[in-house]
């Protein structure tokens, strides 16, 4: 396939169409948030559009239907300050953009990682790593290609939202965009600091110097349904799993056994590597936090470790995730479940998290992460023209080590977006095992 060329026909400030009250001027961050690379999440929507939508009505009705819902999402239109966001109507950048050289049906064809880079409106910043940390924190683009096909491409800094919450700003910019404001049940509200701890500027946390230098690559790995079960059967295991392991689980641990190999055929200087999880908390405390919350909601913890001579079996650490799984639902029930024990379950988590975190050193442990966005109703979003052909996620600049999981459009599969280091990803991608399960990077219309 051809390089596709991407050209930047437009960009403007969109900012909340009514004004935030006075009230609402200032919101405090979270320890949780504070701890935070300074990147963005993001999310590509990608539809075969009708192409009797004219590009300027697109624009328009997108431009129109962001500005009403950033009324709501008044945080996205603000700046970082410190601890504090400050919520200033500076308004969020919205680009417009076109191919001229490639259909989109070619490029769902196999779509290359480096070529879905240039779908974000990262380019209308000097530096993404500062511009996360302070403004913008929200970024689009509407890319439109000759066949009447578009991508959107949505960056939300990961300071003030996590996966679920990208996902409840784009079902609501959608549902707005249709006509339909009450599509979406229940307000966002912005109060991840009154469940973790509120940040303090004199926290410092040790990070990985190397963060955003390294030489690493992403690709995509696609087990499809049927693959999914086969490896579900094969994690599943009389003596050591009582239930059918999920399919989350399973791919989950197969990741984690391929990581380590692929990590153990080079030279390392390691002694141990580490699988860290992040589980998202809305649907563990429901009673507590609800899927309209927007924030950092999640737990972070280490969930697996190996040394030197260790060797990975997939039901074994479909056994050890269902553990710690286990042990994070018993925390949260010692607490209770009543309003009142919020704050109080938020600061035993927060805690634990840089308990665990302060207990790893860069230089003798190696940290893997798999994120899951699995079941965020992503594939609902139509912003009156259908619903999307793929949709696709990740955060930007892209971290090292990092596994994310999203459904596939049949709502059974799963799709892999792996990014290891270079010399990594020629043995991970090259793993018959890994490659009974997942096809590498498949067309996307078939």
């Not at 153990?264 to 899927?291: G, M, W, Y």
């Not at 938020?346 to 940290?367: C, D, I």
């Not at 599969?413 to 290891?420: K, N, Q, W």
Request: one cysteine or more; hydrophobic letters at 40%; glycine letters at 4%.
């Amino acid at each position: 396939m051809e390089t596709i060329k991407v050209e930047t026909i437009g960009k403007e400030i969109i900012k909340p169409s009514s004004t935030i009250p006075n009230n609402l001027r200032t919101l405090q961050l979270s320890i949780y948030d504070h701890i935070l690379p300074p990147i963005y999440t993001v999310a590509f929507l990608l539809y075969t559009k009708n192409d009797l939508i004219s590009q300027e009505h697109t624009s328009h009705k997108l431009k129109t239907s962001l500005s009403e819902t950033l009324t709501k999402f008044y945080p996205l239109a603000g700046r970082i300050n410190g601890v504090i966001v400050d919520c200033t109507d500076e308004g969020a950048i919205f680009v417009d953009a076109r191919v001229n050289n490639c259909p989109l049906t070619e490029f769902l064809q196999c779509p290359d990682f480096d070529a879905l880079q240039q779908l974000l409106p990262l380019d209308a910043v000097d530096n993404p790593y500062v511009a996360a940390a302070t403004w913008p924190l929200l970024l689009v683009k509407a890319t439109y290609f000759p066949c009447g096909g578009m991508a959107i491409g949505i960056c939300i800094t990961h300071k003030i939202a996590d996966a679920a919450s990208i996902s409840t700003f784009i079902r609501s910019w959608a549902a707005t965009a249709r006509g339909e404001n009450d599509a979406v049940k229940g307000s966002p509200e912005f109060v991840a600091a009154n469940f973790y701890p509120p940040a303090n500027e004199a926290f410092k946390l040790h990070v990985d110097e190397q963060v955003g230098e390294r030489s690493s690559i992403t690709k995509r790995f696609v087990f499809k349904a049927s693959k999914v079960e086969e490896l579900r059967t094969k994690a599943a295991s009389a003596e050591t799993v009582l239930d059918r392991p999920t399919r989350v689980e399973s791919v989950t641990s197969l990741l984690w056994k391929c990581f380590v190999a692929a990590a153990f055929s080079k030279k390392t200087t390691c002694d141990h590597k580490v699988l860290i999880q992040l589980a998202n908390l809305r649907s563990k405390i429901p009673s507590l936090l609800q899927e309209s919350l927007i924030g950092n909601l999640m737990f972070s913890s280490v969930v697996l470790s190996i040394g030197l001579e260790g060797e990975i079996k997939i039901e074994e650490a479909v056994r050890d995730l269902r553990k710690k799984r286990e042990e994070l639902r018993t925390m949260i029930l010692d607490e209770g479940g009543s309003s009142d024990s919020s704050s109080m379950i938020g600061s035993k988590l927060a805690n634990l998290m840089l308990t665990n975190y302060s207990r790893l050193s860069y230089e003798t442990h190696k940290p893997y992460t798999v994120s899951s966005w699995c079941k965020l109703p992503l594939y609902e979003a139509s912003f009156g023209w259908g619903s999307p052909v793929w949709v696709a996620g990740n955060v930007a600049p892209v971290l090292g080590n990092l596994a994310m999981l999203m459904d596939s459009k049949d709502g059974q599969g799963i799709e892999a977006f792996v990014t290891l280091p270079e010399e990594n990803m020629s043995s991970f991608e090259q793993d018959l095992e890994l490659l009974a399960f997942a096809s590498l990077n498949p067309n996307i219309l078939v």
